[in-house]
């Protein structure tokens, strides 16, 4: 529950021993348990052998370990390129390109009017770019098809404000498709079992972004695209949370996070995306990212990505 501890094992899971992220563990023969790192991995294909990953294999990598191996694949859920958008003289978004991993947890880095919204409302068809191609398995995807790849859930709103969070949570399951044998999960994670009753516009400003997110948790898409998750959150219910993405995200789900505040992205994302002025500064992890600052300002390459942020815009 939010504002408590909590603990991997609890739910099953226990730490990678490479990246140590949570990770499931499995009965082999014998009737002992073994650790399988880090199940977010999807699909790894070994460049030296031509031959997809099995199990066992899930044994020796995980994705964070993949992500520093010339031999592994990580298999890409989607793929943006030239993806741009005015608003009259205004370029909030120009020829932004990256990709996002299956199973990972990539912040978007960026500070207030760097586009990060927009982007969003662009990727998830809310809003229509000017140009660009989206696409997934290597194929151009339109917005109608992507709302079956990406659930969007922006800040700042409150859907069906006199609808009870109960009642919103039955209808994303019921009428979006969700994810019905989480709810009580979620409910509990998120600590929202006393506010089911209370409709969703007399929630506090917490309370609402809480509902927020156990929402975009029991829908079914593979991607869920959030933006400021920790908006409204003091620090024990944002860390508690951040380690329940990091959760989701060992269980295959893909998590694409809006975040103002670089401290808190830096403690759990897997990946980085730095905006600026609508422009893509950097992608990568935080050593590669600050390898690339290193190139132009050798005095900010020392692996904390503020300084790695100011450095790359």
Avoid at 44 to 66: I, M, P, S, W
Avoid at 132 to 150: C, K, N
Avoid at 299 to 304: E, F
Wanted: with cysteine; hydrophobic share 40%; glycine share 10%.
């Amino acid at each position: 529950m939010v504002g408590e501890s909590k603990s991997y094992a609890s739910s099953g899971f226990q730490q990678c021993s490479l990246c140590f992220r949570p990770t499931k563990s499995r009965e082999v023969e014998g009737g002992s348990s073994t650790l399988v790192s880090c199940v977010q991995v999807r699909i790894c294909l070994n460049k030296q052998t031509g031959n997809f990953l099995g199990e066992g294999d899930h044994l020796r990598y995980c994705v964070c370990a993949a992500t520093r191996s010339a031999d592994i694949l990580i298999a890409m859920l989607v793929e943006v390129e030239g993806l741009s958008k005015r608003f009259g003289q205004i370029a909030a978004l120009a020829d932004v390109s990256f990709h996002v991993r299956a199973g990972e947890v990539l912040g978007l880095i960026g500070p207030n009017g760097a586009g990060k919204s927009t982007l969003f409302e662009c990727l998830a068809g809310v809003l229509p770019s000017d140009s660009g191609t989206i696409r997934t398995d290597g194929r151009p995807v339109g917005a109608r098809e992507r709302s079956s790849l990406l659930f969007y859930v922006p800040d700042g709103i409150a859907p069906w404000p006199a609808q009870p969070v109960r009642w919103a949570l039955d209808f994303t399951i019921g009428f979006l498709g969700g994810r019905a044998a989480l709810r009580d999960e979620v409910v509990d994670q998120l600590d929202l079992r006393q506010l089911l009753h209370q409709p969703i516009g007399t929630l506090s400003k917490g309370q609402r972004k809480r509902a927020l997110l156990g929402i975009g948790l029991l829908t079914s898409q593979p991607a869920l695209l959030i933006d400021e998750p920790f908006d409204g959150l003091d620090l024990r219910q944002a860390r508690d949370i951040a380690a329940l993405f990091q959760l989701h995200a060992a269980s295959g789900r893909t998590l694409f996070l809006s975040i103002h505040q670089i401290s808190d992205a830096e403690r759990f994302c897997d990946r980085f995306i730095l905006l600026s002025s609508g422009r893509v500064r950097g992608e990568g992890t935080v050593q590669e990212l600050a390898a690339l600052a290193a190139t132009r300002d050798l005095s900010r390459a020392n692996g904390d990505l503020e300084e790695v942020f100011l450095a790359l815009t």
